[in-house]
Structures are given as structure tokens and as C-alpha cells.
């Protein structure tokens, strides 16, 4: 018997997002806003979707790696670049935490 391996984190949203699967992860950047540490992480797939949020200019997606959800991202995020597993990254259809990278709502590990 196979076993496949299967992760994924996400955030509960309201309105309209961006969605995309089966995509590669082709870079993953931690970056530090303050001087007090790491506050969030960036996901470059190799593909964007055409429906990206209209303030996302840029092609990655972000997360605030201060939460708990964060956290499981960033994990979720480096697992798909090590492993090279195709992912499906959906964003929230905002950009709060970097005004031109949508935030992720969820990515799942194929």
C-alpha cells in the first residue's frame, strides 16, 4: 500500500479569493518587518492564478508566521519546497499584511 503525504493549513475567509492547484513552489522567503523577529513568510509559486486579488500586483502570497496558522503555513510552505509536491494555495482576497502580496487562506500539500 502507498501512502501519499497530505497537509494543509488554512484560514476561514468571507468573499471572493484567489484559488490555484497543482502548482510548484519555486520559492519560500521569511522576512522580518521589526526588529523584534521573524513576522512573516512569502510563497513564489511558479504560477499565478488570472483571478488574484486586484491589490496583489506582485506574484507570491503571504502569511503572518506570529499566529498558530502562521506557523502551520510556514511549515506547509517549506514541506512543498523540500519535497517538491505540487500544492494548491488558495488566497483570502485581501492584502493586509503586504499591501501588494495576497494573503494565503489555505495550502495543501498534493
Same mark, same amino acid.
Given at each position: 500500500?502507498?501512502?501519499?503525504? $497530505?497537509?494543509? !493549513? $488554512?484560514?476561514?475567509? #468571507?468573499?471572493? @479569493? &484567489? !484559488?490555484? !492547484? #497543482? ?8 522576512? %522580518? %518587518? #521589526? !526588529? ?18 486586484? @491589490? %496583489?500586483? $506582485? ?12 506557523? %502551520? *503555513? ?15 494555495? &488558495?488566497?483570502?482576497?485581501? @492584502?493586509? *499584511? ?13
Amino acid at each position: 500500500m502507498t501512502m501519499g503525504l $497530505f497537509l494543509i !493549513s $488554512f484560514i476561514p475567509v #468571507n468573499g471572493l @479569493c &484567489s !484559488s490555484i !492547484s #497543482n502548482v510548484n513552489v519555486k520559492q519560500v522567503v521569511v522576512q %522580518a %518587518a #521589526n !526588529s523584534v523577529g521573524v513576522d512573516r513568510v512569502c510563497v513564489y509559486p511558479d504560477q499565478m492564478p488570472e483571478d488574484k486579488a486586484l @491589490c %496583489a500586483t $506582485f506574484n507570491r502570497y503571504c502569511a503572518d508566521v506570529t499566529t498558530d496558522i502562521g506557523k %502551520a *503555513l510556514l511549515s506547509t510552505a517549506l514541506t512543498a519546497y523540500a519535497t517538491q509536491k505540487p500544492v494548491s494555495i &488558495s488566497g483570502s482576497g485581501t @492584502c493586509d *499584511l503586504v499591501t501588494n502580496s495576497e494573503d494565503i487562506a489555505y495550502m495543501m500539500v498534493k
